[in-house]
Structures are given as C-alpha cells and as structure tokens.
C-alpha cells in the first residue's frame, strides 16, 4: 500500500471548518464502530480553534466522546495554562465543551523540563498503544496545520526534528522562538491512518504551492503517510497560488 493523497480546495474558510468537521466525524464513527476507540492528535496554533468549536457546537451530530482518545501533535514548552498551549487553546475551544472524560486527553507535561516532557509523552504512547521497543504509535488521526514556512507540529526547517528518523517523540530547540518544542516526529506521523492538513489563509500560499506543487522539501512535504491516508483541505485563499488542480 501506499500513500493515498487528495487535495480538496474549498471556497470559504467556514466551509473548510464545516469540511474539516465532517472528516473528523465521518473517522471518528468509522473507528469507533469497528475498532471501538478512534485516537486523535489534534494540532495547534490558531487555525484549528474555528474547527474545535465548531465540533462543539450543537449543530454537530452526537459524537461518541468517550470513545476519543485525544493526544497532540507538539506542544510549546509553555505551562499548560500558558496562553500559548496548545492544550490550554484545545481546552478552552473543546474539551470544556464536550463530555470528554478527564482520562482520555494526553496532554504534554510541558511543566517538566523539554527533554523530560518528551520522555514522559513517549511513554504514555508506548502504554496506550501497547507498544513493544521500537515500534511506532498508529493513530487513527492526525491532525495538521502549516506554518508560512512550512513548518508542521513542531517540525521546522534547519531543525533538529526535521530529521529525526528513530524517536517518536522529540524535544526540538527552534532557534527563532529561542524555546523548546516537544513534537510528534515523521516516523509517528507517517505511521497514521489519517493524516489531515487544515490551511486557512494567503499567508500560507506560498508555502503551499512549495510543497504540493513544486515539490519544495519543506518540513510538510516529508508528510508521507507509509499506509495511510493523506488529506490537504486547503481554502481558496490558501490555494491561491496553485496552478489549476486537476
Ligand atoms: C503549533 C502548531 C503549528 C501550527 C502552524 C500553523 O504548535 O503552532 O502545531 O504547527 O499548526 O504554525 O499555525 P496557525 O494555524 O496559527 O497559522
């Protein structure tokens, strides 16, 4: 098997949340039906927010919350209740909201110094997914957004992590923030049964068309799910520098 990949260009950024919301949905009553828990990394930054709140909205059927294991794609070095967490936004935009039991989120002890944050998060994988030494983690879904550089998670170019290729989970130093990252890594991401891009807005066109259409080798770019799904839901604004899709 490979890896099978669609790009889906949709005109407003409401419609792309909307589309988004009924990927996660359609996935999380797949998985839970047939395998009776759907895990899910979500991403962060401020793009997934219109997503979270719209799947806690009322107007999104019943979702089996209790069946969702959430987990995170990075996470800033920050306090979780720091206002750049990424589980702090998660929290606030979602898991408040919905009847998510306290257990089934794995949030990154970014209380902890990086490196043991990483530790302790590679850890809680290994023991959720029942994992024997060296084996990566599969997800059902992971989540993901793109930096105007191409970055994705906490994947950033000229980085440490760009080309870790053996550890799931990383504490990465970014030099331009001056601060750790603890980040999932390309052997657990290209482990996952879905992988979904969420892009909103002309600031990432160009990091776009870099990666989908000239082929860039972008942090982005090196998502490759091996037996996997890979879906790019890009609005029209994001995809404004695409030559026509076919
Ligand atoms: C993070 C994210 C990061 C994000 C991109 C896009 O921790 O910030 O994981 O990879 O997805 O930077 O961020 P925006 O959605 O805010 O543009």
């Given at each position: 098997m490979s890896c099978v990949s669609e790009i889906r260009v949709i005109n407003t950024p409401q419609e792309l949340f909307q589309a988004a919301a009924a990927e996660f949905i359609g996935l999380a009553e797949h998985f839970v039906h047939g395998h009776g828990r759907f895990t899910v990394a979500l991403s962060g930054g401020s793009t997934p927010k219109h997503l979270y709140t719209l799947l806690a909205s009322d107007v999104v059927p019943l979702i089996a919350w209790d069946k969702i294991l959430f987990f995170f794609g990075d996470e800033r070095?920050?306090?979780?209740?720091?206002?750049?967490s990424n589980y702090r936004m998660a929290k606030e935009f979602l898991f408040s909201k919905v009847p998510i039991p306290p257990e089934n989120i794995f949030r990154i002890h970014t209380e902890e110094d990086a490196g043991t944050a990483a530790r302790i998060y590679e850890e809680t994988l290994q023991r959720v997914f029942k994992l024997k030494t060296g084996e990566f983690p599969g997800l059902d879904l992971i989540l993901l957004g793109l930096g105007p550089?191409?970055?994705?998670a906490s994947l950033f170019p000229g980085t440490a992590a760009f080309d870790e290729s053996s550890r799931p989970v990383v504490a990465n130093w970014v030099e331009k923030f001056q601060s750790y990252r603890i980040t999932l890594t390309y052997p657990v991401i290209n482990n996952a049964a879905n992988v979904m891009f969420l892009v909103s807005g002309g600031d990432k066109a160009s990091a776009v068309r870099q990666i989908?259409?000239?082929?860039?080798?972008?942090?982005?770019?090196?998502?490759?799910?091996r037996d996997g799904r890979l879906l790019w839901l890009l609005d029209r604004a994001a995809a404004g520098e695409l030559s026509k899709i076919d």
């Open positions: 070095h920050v306090p979780p209740d720091h206002p750049d550089d191409g970055h994705t989908l259409q000239d082929g860039v080798d972008l942090p982005a770019k090196r998502v490759q799910p």
